[in-house]
């Protein structure tokens, strides 16, 4: 696998909303950190905000990992900056995991080179989250976090809130946050007093 050096270079990981792609990557870099695998992970939409010049990989950096890459297109210095880092990936200096919102050649980008080699390693598509996915997916990000979660728990966020994965997502960050503000643990109590709970007829967008 990537992460540990086996396998492919460069890793590419597209769908649309709620696919899962953000709890995947950061799923890898909770792996890596297991390993001790220096692994650097950014958020696109806020590299997208910074001067490229100042982006610099460090020395002893093994696996650099970007969730939503296709925020950058558009922005010339930054595809160039990414064109260079796919180049030293295939020259085995580093690895590259990234995510996308669709498959490149649907991307509007400047320069035709970086387009290219997004596709250069192994794509591949994320569906839609099913419910089932969900709830696996917001039991593993509670964990990363060092949160329980009871099934009741689940049950009534699943229920009574937006089953939209970025909804839930959303959810257990807010949750988290009151959760040790209060120092409790998340209870339906908690939740209600957290969360302003949806009209009935979002539940099940």
């Not at 990537?2 to 950061?26: A, P």
């Not at 387009?115 to 598509?125: A, H, K, N, T, Y």
């Not at 969900?134 to 009741?152: H, N, P, T």
């Amino acid at each position: 696998m990537l992460i540990t050096d086996d396998g492919e270079s460069v890793i590419g990981l597209w769908g649309g909303l709620d696919s899962g792609k953000t709890h995947l990557i950061n799923a890898c870099a909770h792996f890596a950190r297991q390993q001790e695998i220096n692994f650097q992970l950014y958020a696109g939409d806020q590299l997208a905000q910074c001067d490229p010049e100042y982006f610099n990989i460090q020395a002893n950096c093994d696996v650099l990992a970007v969730d939503n890459l296709d925020a950058l297109c558009g922005q010339l210095h930054w595809e160039e900056k990414f064109y260079q880092l796919i180049n030293r990936c295939k020259s085995g200096d580093l690895r590259l995991i990234f995510t996308l919102a669709d498959r490149p050649r649907y991307l509007h980008c400047l320069l035709a080179d970086f387009q290219s080699r997004l596709s250069w390693g192994l794509l591949l598509q994320l569906p839609a989250s099913g419910d089932s996915d969900v709830e696996q997916i917001i039991r593993q990000r509670a964990k990363l976090r060092g949160l329980e979660l009871s099934s009741e728990v689940v049950a009534y966020l699943l229920t009574h809130y937006s089953r939209r994965l970025s909804a839930q997502i959303d959810n257990l960050r807010l949750l988290d946050e009151a959760a040790l503000s209060a120092q409790k643990r998340i209870t339906i109590p908690l939740i209600k007093q957290t969360l302003v709970e949806p009209a009935s007829a979002d539940k099940m967008g």
